[in-house]
């Protein structure tokens, strides 16, 4: 159980195009997902919250107009990347919480497996 | 404000020997306490996580990790190491309620495992 998945594994685009990365918990419903960046041999950096229903929260630093996230339903959420540019290539992992086991204390997120996105 | 130090970017040891890899933390109200694994490439997979009662917990793989209070750490061991352990591991604290629930990162700790 408690499987979070994201498409696609890897893509490569062009300086100034867009790109939408997917997350999906496959068996849990998630009221709340989490995107991340990271950086080489780095930890995670938390880029937004994500609530289903309801705009993103977004961390100090984090450009709310180039990096869109859209959490449309219990089991999506989205991260677009808009107009990317080359110190845009990271690596993009989502993360989300089991809504039916937030009463439990249960806290941890299930990640995805990640997506590895370079800009040319 | 919650924080998570992570002592030693690398470790490395022999097969067979007790890994140990250390994690401190800070924290103003009562923590939750997370240790993931990440191998290459790939995303996180949780290895254990303290939320109340027993100190010592015991996660997947043959790893535990013990809380204590008085010394705010959160350390992960695992008495024999596999050449399957080399990996990336994460120490993550979080609070119980609200905005506070966002996991905090320490910056990992590298894995090396030698034959």
């Known amino acids: 159980g408690a499987v979070v998945s994201q498409h696609p594994s890897r893509v490569i685009c062009k300086s100034g195009t867009s790109v939408k990365i997917e997350c999906r918990s496959l068996d849990f419903q998630a009221t709340t997902m989490f995107w991340y960046r990271q950086f080489p041999k780095q930890s995670l950096m938390l880029m937004a919250t994500s609530n289903e229903g309801s705009k993103a929260t977004y961390e100090q630093g984090v450009e709310k107009d180039k990096f869109l996230i859209n959490h449309a339903s219990l089991t999506l959420s989205t991260l677009t990347v808009t107009s990317a540019h080359p110190e845009d290539s990271s690596f993009y992992i989502c993360s989300a919480r089991d809504w039916s086991k937030m009463g439990q204390g249960a806290h941890e997120q299930y990640f995805g497996p990640g997506t590895r996105l370079t800009v040319t | 404000a919650q924080s998570v130090t992570q002592l030693g970017s690398h470790v490395s040891v022999s097969e067979g020997a007790l890994v140990l890899l250390r994690c401190n933390y800070s924290s103003s109200v009562p923590p939750y306490l997370f240790w993931y694994v990440q191998y290459p490439n790939q995303g996180l997979q949780l290895l254990l996580k303290?939320?109340?009662?027993a100190t010592l917990v015991k996660g997947i793989n043959g790893f535990e990790a013990e809380f204590k209070k008085s010394e705010t750490s959160f350390h992960l061991t695992k008495p024999s190491a596999h050449m399957s352990d080399a990996a990336e591991y994460f120490c993550?604290?979080?609070?119980?309620?609200?905005?506070?629930?966002?996991?905090?990162w320490g910056l990992g700790t590298s894995l090396a495992v030698n034959p």
């Open positions: 993550a604290v979080s609070g119980r309620w609200g905005n506070n629930r966002k996991l905090i």
């Open positions: 303290y939320t109340t009662g």
